[in-house]
């Protein structure tokens, strides 16, 4: 038994790690006050620099991990132009960790619409108003905005901003840690060598 009261069978003998993700986050969301769904997200810019932020997780399936964002934004612009991007969700109530890394593919557009249009009002105005990552000279210059897209907007569906949409991470490798006494933590790492190839399985030393 570890410190966290999990037992090591949280890995068994799981051959298909979106299954294993699908447990765990379902734990989490039993288990976490805020987010279970938030992770963080790394790219990599044209010079080869690092960034990391949280996002919300959206989706997920077969193909990949989806998130939404403003495609302006840094990491909009870092992920077009590299292509490729890694996520790591850390569960403090679970003391569990699942790390993935890959390729990245923009959704369509009908995935893009339908996700947008769950969204709260607010929210749709807000992905008009903001002009994500880049210098805002005061408060009031954003409250302007949104209450120009408000007015705009006042009847009827809010349109999806041509530049918001999502991204789809499909991994090649995904990490599954938790914590164990002593710090002899467990680590199950699934690899393969295409998006879209088998998986294979190997436990890494903590």
């Known amino acids: 038994m570890s410190e966290s009261g999990l037992t090591s069978g949280d890995f068994t003998e799981e051959n298909e790690p979106f299954a294993l993700f699908a447990q765990w986050l379902k734990d989490a969301e039993a288990s976490e006050i805020n987010d279970p769904n938030a992770v963080a997200l790394a790219t990599v810019d044209a010079d080869g620099l690092p960034n990391v932020r949280m996002v919300l997780l959206k989706d997920y399936d077969q193909r990949g991990f989806t998130f939404y964002t403003n495609f302006e934004s840094q990491k909009g612009q870092e992920i077009l132009g590299q292509k490729k991007a890694a996520m790591c969700f850390h569960w403090k109530s679970l003391r569990r960790q699942v790390r993935l890394r890959g390729a ?32 805002l000279e005061g408060r009031f210059a954003l409250e302007k905005a949104v209450a120009e897209y408000t007015a705009r ?54």
């Open 104 to 135: 990245v593919e923009v959704v369509s557009d009908a995935e893009a619409d339908a996700y947008y249009a769950t969204r709260a009002r607010g929210s749709r105005i807000g992905a008009w108003a903001s002009q994500q990552s880049r210098p």
């Open 153 to 206: 907007y006042a009847i009827g569906e809010i349109p999806r901003p041509p530049h918001w949409s999502g991204f789809r991470i499909m991994p090649t490798s995904i990490e599954f840690w938790h914590d164990r006494k002593f710090r002899l933590h467990d680590r199950m790492e699934f690899r393969r060598e295409t998006a879209d190839g088998p998986w294979s399985k190997v436990r890494m030393y903590p």
